[in-house]
């Protein structure tokens, strides 16, 4: 059985399959803690570039990981790396589901500003249009996703669960197309 330190390890190694092994017997307390440079075991994660479904295995195996601020000195919760390292757009959609008060939070960048993720991510040309998008949506909307999907959780019935996933995505996409629209509009 591998030491919880291990996965730190493996996560600054980019050892994807050692760090799968290494879930699978993590606590998952753990992975609220930080070591490297003050980091959690996310936002390491984040910066690293791992694949998504690493990430994800992270939030999954412990959600409350993403309230956790980092202890680097610029207090960054994962959602404001995500802003400033670039992430997938699935990544941020399941970070600001658990955690949509941290798009409030200003933390301190590299650059030494306080920013707020949405802020950040103005700043990160590498991000996608979309994935800057996400920043730009109010936390009531993250708030009531979350709370939509909770629901479809306990729905006994996998294809209504799978229905009110595909509406919930659908409804992000009329959103997140609105807030376009609305942004490219007051450009002009």
């Given at each position: 059985?591998?030491?919880s330190l291990s996965l730190y390890t493996h996560l600054l190694e980019s050892n994807i399959a050692a760090i799968k092994n290494d879930l699978d017997s993590v606590d998952a307390s753990f992975l609220c803690e930080t070591f490297y440079r003050g980091l959690t075991s996310l936002s390491i994660a984040i910066?690293?570039?791992m694949p998504d479904d690493i990430v994800l295995l992270l939030?999954?195996?412990?959600?409350?990981?993403?309230?956790?601020?980092?202890?680097?000195?610029?207090?960054?919760?994962?959602?404001?790396?995500c802003a400033e390292y670039g992430s997938s757009t699935t990544v941020i959609r399941e970070l600001l589901r658990e955690f949509p008060q941290a798009l409030n939070i200003k933390a301190i960048t590299r650059?030494?500003?306080?920013?707020?993720?949405?802020?950040i991510s103005r700043e990160n040309e590498s991000l996608s249009a979309s994935a800057k998008e996400m920043f730009r949506l109010p936390v009531s909307y993250w708030s009531a996703t979350k709370n939509s999907s909770e629901s479809a959780q306990g729905v006994e019935n996998s294809?209504?669960?799978?229905?009110a996933n595909n509406a919930n995505r659908n409804e992000e996409d009329d959103l997140l197309r609105e807030v376009s629209c609305r942004s490219s509009r007051s450009r002009f």
């Open positions: 059985m591998p030491s910066i690293k570039g939030l999954t195996k412990s959600p409350y990981s993403a309230h956790i601020k980092n202890r680097d000195g610029t207090h960054t919760y994962p959602i404001h790396v650059s030494g500003m306080y920013m707020s993720p949405l802020e294809t209504k669960s799978s229905s």
